[in-house]
Structures are given as structure tokens and as C-alpha cells.
């Protein structure tokens, strides 16, 4: 089938920890990967994308690799902070080629002085 | 600046009540969509619009309506709302249909089916 399924929260770290967010997914082809990013109150906005295997997308510090060997799409960030306390979306295109997202679960992060 | 718009940002109703949640964005983009956030199912597409007078359904399109008279408008409709449509609504836009665009999103619709 087609999914998305992301390791689940909440994440607690303190400021300036490594960051890995896992994220797998299933899908016939190569869809395009997305990591969107809530904060509270707010809607969601795109924080990267790849839409080729091997691709690197990095936004804010934060980077994501697409490896089709492993169906996985990590995201990972070197040194959080306070403010990247949010949820995280891991998304990928949807079937058939047209702009449908299909969402994990989501992953709240919340980051402490 | 840039941006799509829903009103209202939160909406508590009674079963069966009809209601209209609006959303509107000023990108010309072609695409438009409603998602449904439920807490551990993330987002899930309600009904989306490929251009005006073309909609679809999406993965759970029942009990809702959509109409797209106007690019930059597609409202959802609950014509007999109930307690399972209560939820967190995100409206969406993109320039285009391709599976590899971002899409922007609104800042969501808190509602409450009583």
C-alpha cells in the first residue's frame, strides 16, 4: 500500500542535542518526499523536500536524505533549539502523480533549555 | 503577502446544523485541498480541486462538500454535521497538480460537532 509511518513522540531533548526523527515509507516508484513542520497554533509549512532518491533536502540546520534503498527519509538536525519545538510531519506524493500528501502520524519535538 | 485564509479558526456547532468553512488564497494557484488532522491518523485529504469546476473526492470524502466556482475559493461544506467531524481542518494550495509541488497551507479550522 501506500504510507507513511514515523517514529513516534514526543521527543524530549535539551538544547543544542542531536536530532533524528525517523520516517519510512511505502510506495510503488519514487514518490517525492516531504518533512512539513507545525508550530503551535499554526498550520503546517513545508521545512524540506527531495523529489529524487539520493537527494539532500536541508532547510534551518535541518537536513533529510532520500534513500530508496531503505525506503527512509530521517530527519535530522545538528543542534536544536527552544524554538524548533513543533510537530513534524513526515509526507510523501501521492499515487497516480497528482499533488495528493500522505501524512505520518506526525512527531512533536519539544526542546528544553 | 502571500497566504491562504480560512475562517473560521474555530467553530463549535450542534449534529446536524449546516455549516460553511471558508478558505481563499491570493497565489493563483491551481490546486486546492482539504485535509483533516486527527490526533495519531496525521493528516488525511478530504476532497481536493485540480482547477475551478473540477474537484474529486480524496481518502475520506464523506459527509462533506466542496464546490470551486472561483480559483482562488474552495469552501467545505458539512450539509448534517456530526460528533465524528469533529477535528482539526487545514485547507491547502499549490501551484499545480504535480505530486513533487509544496503546497501552503492555511492556518486551520478547530471545529466542534456537539
Known amino acids: 500500500g501506500n504510507s507513511v509511518t514515523q517514529m513516534e513522540g514526543p521527543v524530549t531533548l535539551s538544547e543544542e542535542a542531536f536530532l533524528t526523527i525517523n520516517c519510512t515509507y511505502t510506495a510503488t516508484g519514487y514518490p517525492s518526499l516531504f518533512w512539513y513542520v507545525q508550530y503551535p497554533g499554526e498550520g503546517l509549512q513545508l521545512l524540506l523536500k527531495a523529489t529524487k532518491a539520493d537527494d539532500k533536502g536541508s532547510n534551518k540546520g535541518f537536513e533529510a536524505t532520500y534513500r530508496k534503498e531503505t525506503t527512509s527519509f530521517h530527519l535530522e538536525k545538528g543542534s536544536v533549539q527552544v524554538s524548533d519545538s513543533a510537530v513534524y510531519f513526515c509526507?510523501?506524493?501521492?499515487?497516480?502523480?497528482?499533488?495528493?500528501?500522505?501524512f505520518g502520524a506526525g512527531t512533536r519535538l519539544a526542546v528544553h533549555p | 503577502e502571500a497566504q491562504v485564509t480560512q475562517n473560521p479558526r474555530y467553530l463549535i456547532t450542534v449534529t446536524g446544523k449546516k455549516l460553511t468553512v471558508t478558505c481563499s488564497q491570493n497565489?493563483?494557484?491551481?490546486?486546492m485541498s482539504w485535509y483533516r488532522q486527527d490526533p495519531g491518523l496525521g493528516l488525511r485529504q478530504i476532497y481536493y480541486?485540480?482547477?475551478?469546476?473540477?474537484?474529486d473526492k480524496g481518502d475520506v470524502p464523506e459527509g462533506y462538500k466542496v464546490s470551486r466556482k472561483e480559483k482562488r475559493n474552495f469552501p467545505l461544506i458539512l450539509e448534517s454535521p456530526s460528533p465524528n467531524q469533529t477535528s482539526l481542518y487545514f485547507c491547502a494550495s499549490s501551484l499545480g497538480g504535480l505530486a513533487s509541488e509544496t503546497q501552503y497551507f492555511g492556518p486551520g479550522t478547530r471545529l466542534l460537532v456537539l
Open positions: 509526507a510523501r506524493g501521492g499515487a497516480g502523480g497528482y499533488n495528493k500528501l500522505i
Open positions: 480541486s485540480m482547477n475551478v469546476e473540477v474537484t
Open positions: 497565489m493563483n494557484h491551481e490546486y
